[in-house]
């Protein structure tokens, strides 16, 4: 808009042309005098005013044009041209001591550009899909500290394909203090009186080996340096049953990762009522695991059991029980899980507990099978968890909301529940008849973790993003910064590390909560990386970068040009001046 003053030249043209018409009377006696004048000088004298009358409008141009902040490479007033700048929400770039100041710093240099941020768990298709959302940039800035992960690469790669030279702002590796790269407590349940073994790996700083130290249940009680490897290794007493949490971290360090958490069980079996099934191999499968004490009854006995001491009511089939013992059910799934096996099509009354309309059955021809997988929805606990062949399942009807939690290959449910309940329906029954479940190496393993699911003891950290299971609508969970929250389903707000608490009906299950490895290693891409520009993320270093996006600045020019106008414009005035007054004497 600076560049509308250049009309402003046009001034002295104008004050030059009015001044021309105007004319001054002289009153002389004779016409000898004017032969006094010397000829060449008034040619000069004028010759001398066209070319100030040039200078002068050159000036007004030449500083106009100063002002504009012209660029070998174009006019860019506003900032250097259009752009998007890429920031990596990644947990090491996230959580870098210099992250939120290069973030402002790119924002406040480059203003007007779009800003995107970009983490891990982006597919490619997503990020190229949110790239294409928006017109395609002439640069683009990506704000990272290279963290050598699965998408890095993908990143980076997606980056080059769609524009020439995108430019890297390279966050300097945190490594001045040490962290926590990785924890290991080989399981997550022990026997009351055991020594239970944590492991930690840390990544060092030079040749200085930090000193580390194990807190559980908020006592710090054990403390090491490490080896040369910075390898670590704890042990404590777990003396009495009960719930224990604690992290591990090392001293004298601010690293953002320099604490892991973990979470585990020691001497609490799970007391569990099991109303048997026909021709079941689920009654050995429980009494192999040394977490659970069982007592199996036949359907007959079940309305002189008692339970009020009991964690878990499962019934291996859907036996004809009166109306009593189905409301007994359904008031001990008020408080508790219940686990109910299909066997059989349902009667009107299991249909109600089940919250179906109606099941089918489906029986494979001899030599095929489904197999089990993870629902899509499903808990990530799951997911370590072997597929296993199923012959004879049934199908359901519901016009009820259900969460399926186990799948087959063929998209229907092998273990679902109605949300809101703490019912676990499954839908082929414990039978080699049925399915090769039972003679699976991994099914005592698969077992365990079911049952740790339904009493919300998880046997594996949660990592930060994963969702907290709950039992049912209206759980409250406590976050590690104090804060307390209700919940109707999953909570999803896992986004720092620590001890989450979950509160339910009166019970507290612990879920430790830690960033992910891929992020903890340290480990970082070498530069130069082929068809990237890579600059440090230094405030001086991203200004220059700036300037150069321009061209190189012609202001400095113009100036020069102006002043040597207004100088020659001076000079000849003063010339001019002195001729006129050489004739005024010689006159």
């Known amino acids: 808009q600076i560049l509308i003053l250049l009309a402003a030249a046009g001034i002295p043209i104008l004050i030059h042309l009015l001044g021309e018409r105007r004319y001054e009377k002289v009153y002389f006696s004779s016409i000898r005098l004017l032969k006094q004048i ?76 779009d800003t995107l941020r970009v983490h891990e768990e982006m597919s490619p298709q997503t990020f190229m899909r949110k790239l294409q959302r928006k017109r395609p940039p002439e640069h683009i800035l990506f ?8 998408a890095m690469p993908v990143f980076l790669n997606t980056l080059r394909d769609l524009v020439n030279d995108p430019v890297i702002i390279a966050l300097n590796p945190y490594r001045e203090k040490p962290w926590i790269q990785s924890l290991d407590i080989p399981a997550r349940y022990f026997p009351a009186g055991d020594f239970i073994p944590v492991r930690a790996v840390l990544t060092l700083h030079g040749n200085r080996h930090p000193l580390a130290y194990l807190t559980v249940n908020g006592k710090r009680i054990a403390q090491t340096r490490s080896d040369e490897s910075g390898y670590v290794e704890f042990s404590f007493l777990a003396e009495s049953p009960g719930h224990y949490h604690g992290m591990v971290k090392t001293e004298g360090s601010d690293h953002p990762f320099n604490q892991r958490y973990f979470s585990l ?33 036949t359907p007959d006995l079940f309305p002189g059991s008692p339970l009020e001491n009991r964690d878990l009511l ?7 029980l009166s109306a009593a013992q189905m409301a007994r059910i359904r008031r001990f799934a008020q408080n508790r899980p219940v686990w109910i096996v299909m066997d059989r099509r349902p009667d009107a009354s299991w249909k109600e507990i089940l919250t179906i309309q109606d099941a089918r059955e489906q029986r494979l021809p001899e030599g095929q099978f489904r ?16 597929g296993f062949s199923i012959f004879r399942y049934f199908t359901i009807r519901s016009d009820t909301p259900l969460q399926p939690i186990l799948r087959l290959n063929d998209g229907n449910p092998l273990l679902y529940s109605p949300r809101e309940s703490n019912i676990y329906i499954q839908t082929s029954p414990f039978r080699l008849a049925d399915n090769r479940m039972g003679t699976h190496p991994l099914f005592t393993r698969a077992l ?26 209206g759980d409250e969970i406590i976050r590690p910064d104090g ?49 990237f520009q890579v600059i440090p993320a230094q405030t001086d270093e991203i200004r220059s970068f700036r300037e150069s996006l321009k061209g190189r600045s012609l202001t400095p020019l113009f100036f020069l040009l102006t002043a040597l106008c207004w100088g020659g414009e001076l000079f000849l005035m003063m010339l001019n001046m002195k001729k006129r007054g050489n004739i005024k004497k010689h006159d």
């Open 38 to 113: 010397e000829t060449d000088s008034l040619r000069k004298i004028r010759l001398r005013q066209w070319i100030i009358l040039i200078l002068r409008t050159l000036g007004i141009m030449f500083l106009v044009l100063a002002l504009a902040g012209p660029f070998a490479g174009g006019w860019r007033p506003g900032g250097p041209g259009e752009g998007l700048i890429l920031v990596d929400s990644s947990p090491s770039a996230r959580f870098h001591r210099d992250f939120e100041t290069m973030s402002t710093t790119l924002q406040s240099e480059f203003p007007g550009w």
């Open 143 to 150: 704000l990272t500290d290279l963290q050598a992960n699965e």
């Open 265 to 297: 069980n020691v001497g609490e079996k799970i007391s569990i009522l099991l109303v048997q099934g026909e021709d079941s191999y689920l009654l050995p499968a429980l009494e192999a695991l040394m977490t659970v004490d069982v007592e199996a009854v």
């Open 314 to 320: 499962i019934l291996d089939g859907l036996h004809p």
């Open 371 to 386: 197999i089990t997988e993870k629902a899509e929805q499903g808990d990530p606990l799951f997911t370590e968890l072997p």
């Open 448 to 473: 365990k973790t079911l049952l740790f699911y339904f009493m919300g003891v998880t046997h594996r950290d949660v990592l930060v993003g994963e969702p907290i299971p709950i039992h049912q609508a």
């Open 483 to 531: 804060r307390r929250v209700k919940v109707l389903e999953p909570y999803a707000g896992t986004d720092i590390p620590g001890i989450y608490t979950r509160i339910s009906n009166g019970s507290r299950n612990y879920f430790a909560v830690n960033w992910p490895e891929s992020e903890t290693t340290g480990n970082v891409l070498e530069t130069p990386l082929p068809g």
